[in-house]
C-alpha cells in the first residue's frame, strides 16, 4: 500500500515576495510583481519588462563570499530550501539521513554563468574561463548544494521539463516516498534566466508579450487582449513527508498530495496540443491516482501563461475532464498574472498558493481580466480572490517539448 505523502514545510523568493507569507499576502492583494527590467540594458529590446525578485538580502541566508561560485538560480533554490527546511521543523538529529533526499530542477540552470562566461572566453580568451563555470551552470547542482548542507543521502538529483519542472519535481519525491525509497524529501523549482540572451530568444520566438503600458497590466491570462507570457524569476521549494512519521514527530502539515499525472502531447516544441489533449491526459491521471472523480476539485491553480494558444487549449482541456461542472462549479486562476511566468519555478510557487488556497478557502485571483474570450469561458476569479470552500486542488503546469504535470492537493 503506498504511503500517504504531505506537505510540511515551505519556502520561496520570486517576483511578488521573498516568503511564503508575503507571497501569499500579495496574491490575495493582487498585486503585480512585473516591472521594468533593471538586470540589464534593454535598450534595444523589444521587450523590457519581467519579474525580477527584489530586495532580497542574501547576507540573511550565507556567509560572505559563500555565493560568489553560485548562479543566480541556486542561490534562489538554495534560500527557499533553507526557508522550507526550517518551517517544516526537522530534527537533523533525529533524521535517517539515508532516507532522505531532494530533487530541485530548473528548465534552464545556470544561463546568466553560461553568458557571463562566453564573454570571458570571447573576449578575454580561454585561459581566462572561470575554472567553476561548468558546476555553476549545470542545472542539477541546486540540488546537490542543498544535500550538502543538510547532509541528505537519499535520492538526489534535478529535473528539466522546461516549465513543468518543478512539479516534475515534487510527483517524483511523492512516489519516491509512496514506495519507501525515502522519508523526507525537499523538491521544487529554481530560474533566474533573466538575462539578455534568453529574453532576446524567448522575444524573437514571439513568446514573450510586446507591451508599452503599465507593465503591472501586461499578464493577462484567459483575457481576450493577453499577447504573451511575462518571464519571471525565482524558486518555490517544499519539504515532503511520510504522513505516520509528520504525525508521529508533530510537524504542521499544510496540506497533502494525493495525485500525480504526467503526459506528453507528443506533437509540437512549443504549441500544446490541439485542444489540450495531453493536459487533459495530465489531469484525469492526476484524478485517477488520488482516487477523486471530477466533481472532487474546487479549484485548479491553472498555467496560464497569458499566451493566445495555451490560455485556450487549457480551458479545453479543463472542459473536456470536467464537463458541465467545469462552468458549474469549478473555479479555475492563473497566479501567473501577478507573478509571471517563472519557468522551471512556476510550478513550485504554484504549488505554494495551492496550500494556502485550500488553508485559507480562498482562491487567488486572475488581474488584469478585462475582455472575455469566447475561447475562455470558465470562472477565472477574475480580478478579485473568490471566498470558497476547498478541500481539494490541482495545480497544472505544461512545457515546451509538450511536457505535462498535474499534482492534486487535499486538505488534511
Known amino acids: 500500500m503506498k504511503r500517504r505523502v504531505v506537505i510540511t514545510g515551505m519556502g520561496t523568493v520570486n517576483?511578488?515576495?521573498?516568503?511564503?507569507?508575503?507571497?501569499?499576502?500579495?496574491?490575495?492583494?493582487?498585486?503585480?510583481g512585473i516591472d521594468k527590467i533593471t538586470r540589464f540594458d534593454t535598450s534595444d529590446f523589444a521587450v523590457q519588462i519581467a519579474g525580477e525578485v527584489k530586495n532580497l538580502d542574501q547576507s540573511d541566508y550565507f556567509e560572505p563570499g559563500e555565493t560568489r561560485r553560485m548562479d543566480r538560480y541556486a542561490i534562489y533554490a538554495m534560500i527557499s530550501a533553507m526557508q522550507a527546511?526550517?518551517?517544516?521543523?526537522?530534527?537533523?538529529?533525529?533524521?535517517?539521513?539515508?532516507?532522505?533526499?531532494?530533487?530541485?530542477g530548473s528548465g534552464i540552470g545556470g544561463i546568466e554563468t553560461f553568458e557571463d562566461q562566453t564573454r570571458s572566453l570571447v573576449n578575454r580568451g580561454p585561459r581566462r574561463v572561470s575554472p567553476y563555470f561548468v558546476p555553476m551552470m549545470i542545472s542539477?547542482?541546486?540540488?546537490?548544494?542543498?544535500?550538502?548542507?543538510?547532509?541528505?543521502?537519499?535520492?538526489?538529483?534535478?529535473?528539466?521539463?522546461?516549465c513543468a519542472t518543478a512539479t516534475h519535481a515534487v510527483g517524483n519525491a511523492?512516489?519516491?516516498?509512496?514506495y519507501g525509497d525515502a522519508d523526507f524529501m525537499v523538491a521544487g523549482g529554481a530560474e533566474a534566466s533573466i538575462t539578455p540572451l534568453a529574453v532576446a530568444g524567448f522575444q524573437n520566438m514571439k513568446a514573450l508579450a510586446k507591451?508599452?503600458?503599465?507593465p503591472t497590466e501586461a499578464s493577462r491570462p484567459f483575457d481576450k487582449e493577453r499577447c504573451g507570457f511575462i518571464m519571471g524569476e525565482g524558486a518555490g521549494?517544499?519539504?515532503?513527508?511520510?504522513?505516520?512519521?509528520?504525525?508521529?514527530?508533530?510537524?504542521?502539515?499544510y496540506a497533502e498530495i494525493v495525485g500525480v499525472g504526467y503526459s506528453a502531447d507528443a506533437y509540437h516544441i512549443t504549441m500544446p496540443a490541439p485542444e489540450g489533449e495531453g493536459a487533459a491526459r495530465a489531469m484525469q491521471i492526476a484524478l485517477d491516482?488520488?482516487?477523486?472523480?471530477p466533481g472532487d476539485v474546487d479549484y485548479i491553480n491553472a498555467h496560464g501563461?497569458?499566451?493566445?494558444?495555451?490560455?485556450?487549449?487549457?480551458?479545453?482541456?479543463?472542459?473536456?475532464?470536467?464537463?458541465?461542472?467545469?462552468?458549474?462549479?469549478?473555479?479555475?486562476?492563473s497566479t501567473k498574472s501577478m507573478t509571471g511566468h517563472l519557468l522551471g519555478a512556476a510550478g513550485g510557487i504554484e504549488l505554494l498558493a495551492v496550500v494556502e488556497a485550500i488553508r485559507n478557502n480562498l482562491v487567488p485571483p486572475t488581474i488584469n481580466y478585462e475582455n472575455p474570450d469566447p475561447d475562455c469561458d470558465l470562472n477565472y476569479s477574475p480580478n478579485e480572490p473568490t471566498e470558497k470552500d476547498i478541500t481539494v486542488a490541482l495545480s497544472n503546469t505544461f512545457g515546451f517539448g509538450g511536457h505535462n504535470a498535474v499534482v492534486a492537493v487535499r486538505q488534511v
Open 15 to 32: 517576483p511578488l515576495a521573498n516568503n511564503p507569507a508575503s507571497y501569499w499576502e500579495a496574491l490575495i492583494a493582487g498585486k503585480s
Open 85 to 104: 527546511m526550517e518551517d517544516s521543523g526537522i530534527d537533523l538529529d533525529a533524521l535517517d539521513h539515508n532516507k532522505a533526499g531532494v530533487i530541485v
Open 140 to 162: 542539477d547542482i541546486a540540488a546537490g548544494y542543498i544535500s550538502m548542507r543538510y547532509n541528505l543521502k537519499g535520492p538526489n538529483y534535478s529535473v528539466t521539463s522546461a
Open 174 to 178: 511523492v512516489r519516491h516516498i509512496q
Open 211 to 214: 507591451w508599452d503600458g503599465n
Open 237 to 253: 521549494v517544499v519539504t515532503l513527508e511520510d504522513y505516520e512519521s509528520a504525525k508521529a514527530r508533530g510537524a504542521n502539515i
Open 289 to 293: 491516482d488520488a482516487g477523486l472523480n
Open 305 to 333: 501563461t497569458s499566451t493566445p494558444l495555451n490560455d485556450a487549449t487549457e480551458s479545453a482541456a479543463i472542459k473536456n475532464v470536467f464537463k458541465d461542472y467545469a462552468r458549474d462549479g469549478l473555479i479555475v486562476s
